[in-house]
């Protein structure tokens, strides 16, 4: 976790405390370059999870915060493979 990745949670946090109405979607992923399906599968779900904890250790509800991991069989966010070792947060806009 570096502190680039805290400073992003921690706007994220921000937000969501300021916008009582608004959820957030966190979806880890995993390269396909590295590691088997059963693998990549734990490891995005590891990653969701530690961006997860961070929004609750923040003071969001867990009931606000929904997950899901992808490992390496669903499409990928970044052309560079490397990359796509990530946990990617949305906000959710609750009232639409």
């Not at 370059?33 to 734990?42: F, K, L, Y």
């Amino acid at each position: 976790e570096t502190a680039k990745q805290k400073s992003i949670i921690n706007e994220a946090v921000t937000f969501l405390k300021e916008n009582p109405n608004t959820n957030a979607k966190v979806v880890g992923y995993a390269d396909k370059g590295t590691g088997t399906v059963t693998i990549n599968n734990e490891l995005s779900r590891k990653r969701a999870s530690k961006v997860i904890d961070q929004l609750i250790k923040g003071g969001i509800a867990k009931d606000r915060i929904h997950s899901y991991w992808r490992g390496d069989d669903a499409p990928q966010p970044y052309a560079e493979n490397e990359k796509n070792r990530v946990a990617i947060i949305t906000i959710l806009n609750e009232d639409k």
